[in-house]
């Protein structure tokens, strides 16, 4: 939970200030998807001998973009967050305030896990309802970002459609394109089940037996301390 709220309020963040007109993180993607593409020809290309290689070689040519920069998958990583930029701006007024809540949210769980590990027993029902929260924000913005999940499928369905990783025979486009969406919505549905499951297993630990009577082990501990230190 400390990871993922870390991870959590670091995304938010990066969201709201995109959302607020920040291009540091458009900027960025561009950059990358333009070593990606100088990327593609090199690893298209059949491996020249050293000698040879060495004899073509330029001053201008001293750092090429590396190769692995064009496998379909981080070039498909790239479109799609691409996409999911572009398609926030478009739903702007909805998806501010959720990433305002998700940054937010993921510092009051970072709170409320390290006061958890500094066993302070007063927070853990406070812990519980942070976590709830977040459970409820992920299924919020599963839901109403709906239109951004669709465009970064489709994004990437482009890709990897284009530039298949594998050597299969090629079927009809259309049906190639709807497969692959089917698929990468398939995969955003299992990552919020995933995640929610992740939430709720986090919860239960925090209302079994054993932690409870930890906690109230710690308070007594703790109440004995007080009253040593008042006597």
Known sequence: MWFFGMTSAATGCSNVGFLRGSHELPDSIDRLLKEAD???????????P???ASSAATPSQAAPASPAMAHPLIRA???REQARLAAMNHVHRRAFPLSLGQFFLGLMLVLSV???????????????????ANAALAIATFVVLAPVRAAMADAV???????PMTSEEPVDQGE????????LAATELQLLVAQLAVFGFAALMLTRP???AYFATVEAARAR???????
Do not use: M, Y
Not at 225 to 231: T, V
């Open 38 to 48: 100088a990327a593609r020809p090199r690893a298209e290309a059949v491996p020249k």
């Open 50 to 52: 050293p000698s040879e």
């Open 77 to 79: 990583s790239l479109i």
């Open 114 to 132: 390290t006061a958890i590990f500094s066993q302070k027993v007063r927070w853990r029902g406070f812990a519980i309802q942070i976590i709830a």
């Open 157 to 163: 369905a482009h890709v990897l459609v284009e530039q």
């Open 176 to 183: 190639a394109l709807n497969l692959r969406r089917r698929e």
């Open 210 to 212: 054993r932690t409870l």
């Open 225 to 231: 301390a007080s009253e040593s230190d008042e006597s």
